[in-house]
């Protein structure tokens, strides 16, 4: 059975998926999680400790389906391919890059934080595994893995914002799938 603490930082991390910072309410995680407002307090500080805390654990959530994803096939584009055909809910956005549409993340360092440091992590993931391609020769030695790093994350987020004002789940796909298109020019 999951311990109080779990069940709070899950609840939260759901709500600030589904909802945003602004939007959650202490009395909501409590409700979710099924847990007392003297749970809540006895293990985080308040509503910003507990979001803190539930944003890191999407962030490693996502992390090892992340780390899957690009640990598999032979190639670089092989790799970066599977992080983009990754499975995802485009219709409900990324359980990270959504919570920088909330102003109040955005305003305050230690809520945007956990967002900064994932993003950053991913920049350098991906900038690593296409690096490796250029080493390796399958990618052309002038390839801006920086560059090309940003814009499979770019892809990424842009295609679940195209897949959530369409309310079409195709359009994230199309937009991964131009990524992949894009990339496969750079072979040497």
Not at 5 to 31: C, D, F, N
Request: aromatic share 6%; hydrophobic share 45%; glycine share 8%.
């Amino acid at each position: 059975m999951k311990a109080t603490k779990e069940h709070l930082v899950e609840a939260a991390a759901e709500l600030l998926w589904e909802r945003g910072y602004a939007a959650t309410s202490p009395a909501m995680i409590q409700k979710r999680s099924h847990a007392g407002q003297g749970s809540m307090y006895h293990h985080f500080s308040g509503k910003a400790d507990l979001a803190v805390t539930a944003m890191r654990h999407s962030a490693g959530q996502l992390r090892l389906a992340t780390e899957t994803a690009l640990d598999s096939g032979t190639t670089a584009l092989e790799r970066v391919g599977a992080y983009l055909d990754m499975e995802r809910n485009p219709l409900a956005g990324c359980r990270v890059g959504r919570l920088v549409q909330d102003p109040d993340v955005v305003a305050d360092d230690r809520l945007r934080a956990p967002v900064e440091e994932f993003f950053g992590w991913l920049q350098q993931r991906i900038a690593d595994v296409l690096a490796e391609g250029v080493r390796s020769g399958e990618l052309r030695p002038d390839t801006d893995v920086a560059a090309m790093a940003s814009l499979v994350i770019a892809t990424v987020q842009g295609g679940y914002v195209l897949a959530r004002a369409q309310q079409d789940q195709a359009a994230f796909r199309r937009a991964t799938q131009a990524a992949k298109s894009a990339l496969a020019h750079l072979r040497a």
